[in-house]
């Protein structure tokens, strides 16, 4: 599959959440939790779950990162 994304992070599954409409999916990529709002039927079809090696594929112009 080509993509056109830039940043492409490899890591392991550590959570699946669900809610009504819309899951977080958590990410460990080398230390670091990334956390990715999908649906839950993107879930599903990708069949998503703990422990799964997984791609966080960020296609942004633009990151902005905060810290507490």
Not at 24 to 47: F, K, P, Q
Request: glycine share 6%; hydrophobic share 45%.
């Amino acid at each position: 599959m080509k993509l056109s994304a830039r940043n492409q992070l490899k890591g392991r599954i550590v959570e699946v959440r669900k809610g009504q409409t819309t899951a977080h999916v958590r990410l460990e990529v080398n230390g670091t939790l990334i956390t990715a709002s999908i649906t839950n039927e993107a879930v599903d079809e990708l069949r998503l779950a703990n422990g799964q090696d997984a791609y966080a594929v960020i296609k942004a112009s633009d990151v902005m990162i905060a810290t507490d």
